[in-house]
């Protein structure tokens, strides 16, 4: 296969890369072109066809001409001579979607060739335009279908350098079918890029919102009135703009208002005013993922919210009963869950709940599902027509051939089932990047085909009698795509720690909810290490928050004198506008030396304010304890880390009470003795002799002095 082969190749898929279509209900596979063969065994020749348009892009007679512009180009270093464009068509059109995508895989079954424009000389990175016009009776187009034809590059040896393939449908007036009914799901969602409310991870938002970046160029789209379009509008792409437009920081920088933000917003609000309009949850959670891993609060916290800042931001009532699950596939617990959250209707991929038995036509978009709060209406999204939404518009030609292919997919549905009414839906990736101008013109084209009805998505119903349908396909592969275990493990571990700060207060203001949802949005799937940045921001504002209600000890090492005392401590509150309710939790490292008494719990302090307590404590003997402080939320929960005090016991009072009791025991007996011996010198009646003068003291030394005994 030459280089030319290969471009060929990428360009043929970049516009016809789309599943067969039986059921509606076949993924999406990537096959090459048509083979492109060598000029000669010596000499590579590269060259390319490119499609410009095609006029009408489907006729609705026989006489009417169809003119089909384009240009060949070589892009190898050589000159090509004496080659020629043709056109090869055939005159049976195809009898199902199937083989159109065999066709657009590189079937062969071509078996015309009715026009040919010689090139006498390509120069090498030369282009040359050429032209082909005809009616569809030339051709010899008779029937209601789709037609294929491909343009392709000869050599004198009729030899292929090169190909398009495309396709023509072929309407006509007098050969009318059922309208096939169309609606279109059209996303506004971006990723979350605030971790608290009050600080941006980065400024990607700001290029994203400009004309020309993503964002800008979707809400063109919104701009131009087109009709059977619903809009998902994910209400934190909402919120962050807003937040832009009064004031913002990223990291620590402060910014000024973005008045581009607030422009955006009000533009968005003034484009969605008068269409249908759909919320996703609030960040766009990972539904699936959530489920299973224990969060369904979070889903359900995420539809109340959704609904209520898209109706504030949008200045009209959206509501989230219509949810499109990540990916357009779920399972029935995640279907459960946003049953519970009052969702009425999902969207989903028709691969997603295929026909049973298979059929070879595109079955009604329509159809619905049991789940635990009853019946769930279901939408499905056909594969084919979503994924040309995205497919090569930006590449040379690449409107004109998913333009053409779009139209011809619808054709091929009204002629599976002339007489039967069905109805198809078409929504791309839901972060999709896309080229204004072509989806807006096929929105366009769409809205003028006789054989179309454009109609919103609120009124698609199941068809009767229902197609049987298996039940809902969840493979290993979907479960293996959503948010992991260790990730939302500690998402959840985040969650409880920010429930905390929310239940110690007296309104119950749950600060962090928008901020935890952000982290389970389904933007992270495959590269939550993306994510990091906002769980660290968010993680530093809850402990912000837990450690701005604290415990005061003053010294960390107390002196207990006596066998019972008060240590006090003190609560202080720097909230600075909420009141706080907190248990006090106070344990003993060693209850034999230290037991503590009874003190006051809970305990409410203002903002801003310290409230003390006095701890009981009684000591058994002399030694040292560890005393924790722990504060509680109302059910006990530990709020924040515990606070230790050293607590030091003399056990001083009984050691004086023995030294007291020795004391008086000592002088009750001198006490008993002295007056025994002044009772034994009391004088009788008989007068005794004077005793003779005492002889003259000589003093002795100091050290040999003794006291009187």
Same mark, same amino acid.
Request: proline share 8%; net charge positive; no cysteine.
């Given at each position: 296969m030459t280089r030319g082969a290969a471009l060929i190749s990428v360009l043929t898929a970049a516009f016809l890369l789309v599943p067969a279509a039986v059921a509606g209900a076949a993924r999406a596979t990537v096959a090459p072109a048509g083979q492109v063969q060598a000029a000669s065994a010596t000499s590579r020749q590269d060259a390319q066809i490119v499609v410009s348009s095609i006029a009408p892009a489907v006729p609705r007679d026989s006489s009417t001409p169809v003119k089909i512009t384009g240009a060949v180009a070589n892009t190898g270093a050589a000159t090509m001579s004496w080659v020629s464009v043709r056109l090869r068509f055939s005159r049976q059109p195809f009898a199902t979607r199937a083989e159109m995508q065999a066709f657009a895989d590189g079937g062969q079954i071509l078996d015309s060739t009715r026009f040919t424009v010689p090139v006498s000389q390509l120069p090498a990175s030369g282009k040359v335009p050429w032209e082909f016009t005809f009616t569809p009776a030339e051709l010899q187009m008779f029937r209601f279908g789709v037609y294929p034809m491909t343009i392709e590059l000869v050599n004198t040896a009729g030899q292929q350098l090169a190909a398009q393939r495309t396709l023509m449908p072929y309407a006509p007036a007098n050969q009318p079918v059922a309208r096939t009914k169309i609606a279109w799901a059209l996303p506004l969602v971006d990723q979350?890029?605030?971790?608290?409310?009050?600080?941006?991870?980065?400024?990607?938002?700001?290029?994203?919102?400009?004309?020309?970046?993503?964002?800008?160029?979707?809400?063109?789209?919104?701009?131009?009135?087109?009709?059977?379009?619903?809009?998902?509008?994910?209400?934190?792409?909402?919120?962050?703009?807003?937040?832009?437009?009064?004031?913002?920081?990223?990291?620590?920088?402060?910014?000024? /208002?973005?008045?581009?933000?607030?422009?955006?917003?009000?533009?968005? !609000? *003034? &484009? @969605?005013?008068?269409?249908?309009?759909? $919320? =996703?949850?609030?960040?766009?959670?990972?539904? /699936?993922?959530?489920?299973?891993?224990?969060?369904?609060?979070?889903? !359900? *916290? &995420? @539809?109340?919210?959704?609904?209520?800042? $898209? =109706?504030?931001?949008?200045?009209?009532?959206?509501?989230?009963?219509?949810?499109?699950?990540?990916?357009?596939?779920?399972?029935?617990?995640?279907?459960?869950?946003?049953?519970?959250?009052?969702?009425?209707?999902?969207?989903?991929?028709?691969?997603a709940l295929p026909p049973n038995p298979p059929v070879t036509y595109t079955p009604d978009a329509g159809a619905k599902l049991e789940t635990v709060k009853g019946t769930v209406g279901v939408v499905l999204v056909d594969p084919v027509l979503s994924q040309l939404l995205t497919s090569g518009a930006s590449a040379p030609g690449g409107p004109t051939l998913a333009t053409q292919r779009f139209l011809a997919e619808t054709v091929m549905i009204g002629a599976e089932r002339p007489q039967e009414a069905r109805t198809v839906v078409a929504a791309p990736p839901r972060r999709w990047n896309p080229d204004p101008a072509f989806v807006t013109a096929l929105l366009k084209a769409t809205a003028s085909a006789p054989w179309l009805k454009p109609v919103t998505l609120g009124s698609v119903k199941p068809s009767k009698p229902a197609t049987p349908r298996t039940g809902l396909l969840y493979t290993d592969k979907d479960r293996q795509a959503e948010l992991g275990k260790s990730y939302l493990s500690g998402v959840k571990k985040l969650g409880r720690r920010a429930d905390l700060t929310a239940v110690v207060t007296q309104d119950r203001r749950r600060v962090f909810d928008t901020a935890l949802l952000r982290l389970t949005s389904s933007a992270w799937r495959g590269r939550t290490g993306e994510a990091s940045p906002l769980v660290k921001q968010i993680d530093a504002a809850v402990t912000t928050r837990t450690d701005a209600i604290s415990v005061s000890t003053g010294e960390?090492?107390?002196?207990?004198?006596?066998?019972?005392?008060?240590?006090?401590?003190?609560?202080?509150?720097?909230?600075?506008?909420?009141?706080?309710?907190?248990?006090?939790?106070?344990?003993?490292?060693?209850?034999?030396?230290?037991?503590?008494?009874?003190?006051?719990?809970?305990?409410?302090?203002?903002?801003?304010?310290?409230?003390?307590?006095?701890?009981?404590?009684?000591?058994?003997?002399?030694?040292?304890?560890?005393?924790?402080?722990?504060?509680?939320?109302?059910?006990?929960?530990?709020?924040?880390?515990?606070?230790?005090?050293?607590?030091?016991?003399?056990?001083?009072?009984g050691i004086a009470l023995v030294i007291v009791g020795a004391a008086l025991a000592v002088m009750l007996a001198a006490v008993t003795l002295r007056i025994l011996r002044r009772h034994s010198r009391r004088p009788t009646g008989r007068r005794r002799p004077a005793p003779p003068p005492a002889p003259a003291v000589v003093p002795e030394p100091a050290q040999h002095r003794e006291g009187p005994s």
């Amino acid at each position: 296969m030459t280089r030319g082969a290969a471009l060929i190749s990428v360009l043929t898929a970049a516009f016809l890369l789309v599943p067969a279509a039986v059921a509606g209900a076949a993924r999406a596979t990537v096959a090459p072109a048509g083979q492109v063969q060598a000029a000669s065994a010596t000499s590579r020749q590269d060259a390319q066809i490119v499609v410009s348009s095609i006029a009408p892009a489907v006729p609705r007679d026989s006489s009417t001409p169809v003119k089909i512009t384009g240009a060949v180009a070589n892009t190898g270093a050589a000159t090509m001579s004496w080659v020629s464009v043709r056109l090869r068509f055939s005159r049976q059109p195809f009898a199902t979607r199937a083989e159109m995508q065999a066709f657009a895989d590189g079937g062969q079954i071509l078996d015309s060739t009715r026009f040919t424009v010689p090139v006498s000389q390509l120069p090498a990175s030369g282009k040359v335009p050429w032209e082909f016009t005809f009616t569809p009776a030339e051709l010899q187009m008779f029937r209601f279908g789709v037609y294929p034809m491909t343009i392709e590059l000869v050599n004198t040896a009729g030899q292929q350098l090169a190909a398009q393939r495309t396709l023509m449908p072929y309407a006509p007036a007098n050969q009318p079918v059922a309208r096939t009914k169309i609606a279109w799901a059209l996303p506004l969602v971006d990723q979350p890029r605030r971790g608290d409310d009050s600080t941006f991870v980065d400024d990607g938002l700001k290029q994203s919102l400009a004309d020309d970046g993503r964002l800008g160029k979707i809400l063109k789209i919104a701009e131009t009135p087109s009709k059977g379009v619903t809009w998902f509008v994910d209400p934190s792409l909402l919120d962050d703009a807003r937040a832009m437009s009064q004031g913002y920081s990223v990291g620590a920088a402060k910014k000024p /208002a973005d008045q581009a933000a607030g422009q955006w917003l009000q533009r968005v !609000r *003034t &484009a @969605l005013a008068d269409v249908p309009v759909s $919320a =996703t949850p609030y960040g766009d959670p990972d539904v /699936a993922a959530v489920s299973h891993q224990g969060l369904d609060s979070a889903a !359900r *916290t &995420a @539809l109340d919210m959704g609904g209520s800042v $898209a =109706t504030d931001l949008l200045g009209k009532e959206v509501t989230t009963s219509v949810n499109w699950p990540v990916g357009g596939v779920i399972d029935n617990d995640a279907l459960d869950a946003l049953a519970v959250g009052d969702v009425k209707t999902v969207l989903l991929s028709a691969t997603a709940l295929p026909p049973n038995p298979p059929v070879t036509y595109t079955p009604d978009a329509g159809a619905k599902l049991e789940t635990v709060k009853g019946t769930v209406g279901v939408v499905l999204v056909d594969p084919v027509l979503s994924q040309l939404l995205t497919s090569g518009a930006s590449a040379p030609g690449g409107p004109t051939l998913a333009t053409q292919r779009f139209l011809a997919e619808t054709v091929m549905i009204g002629a599976e089932r002339p007489q039967e009414a069905r109805t198809v839906v078409a929504a791309p990736p839901r972060r999709w990047n896309p080229d204004p101008a072509f989806v807006t013109a096929l929105l366009k084209a769409t809205a003028s085909a006789p054989w179309l009805k454009p109609v919103t998505l609120g009124s698609v119903k199941p068809s009767k009698p229902a197609t049987p349908r298996t039940g809902l396909l969840y493979t290993d592969k979907d479960r293996q795509a959503e948010l992991g275990k260790s990730y939302l493990s500690g998402v959840k571990k985040l969650g409880r720690r920010a429930d905390l700060t929310a239940v110690v207060t007296q309104d119950r203001r749950r600060v962090f909810d928008t901020a935890l949802l952000r982290l389970t949005s389904s933007a992270w799937r495959g590269r939550t290490g993306e994510a990091s940045p906002l769980v660290k921001q968010i993680d530093a504002a809850v402990t912000t928050r837990t450690d701005a209600i604290s415990v005061s000890t003053g010294e960390q090492e107390r002196m207990l004198a006596g066998n019972n005392g008060v240590i006090p401590i003190s609560i202080r509150n720097d909230l600075p506008d909420q009141e706080v309710t907190v248990g006090v939790k106070i344990t003993s490292g060693d209850r034999k030396l230290l037991t503590i008494g009874s003190y006051e719990s809970p305990v409410t302090i203002s903002p801003g304010k310290t409230r003390p307590i006095d701890i009981p404590m009684t000591a058994s003997g002399g030694g040292q304890a560890t005393v924790k402080v722990q504060l509680t939320s109302a059910t006990g929960a530990r709020y924040g880390p515990p606070v230790e005090i050293t607590v030091r016991t003399t056990g001083y009072t009984g050691i004086a009470l023995v030294i007291v009791g020795a004391a008086l025991a000592v002088m009750l007996a001198a006490v008993t003795l002295r007056i025994l011996r002044r009772h034994s010198r009391r004088p009788t009646g008989r007068r005794r002799p004077a005793p003779p003068p005492a002889p003259a003291v000589v003093p002795e030394p100091a050290q040999h002095r003794e006291g009187p005994s």
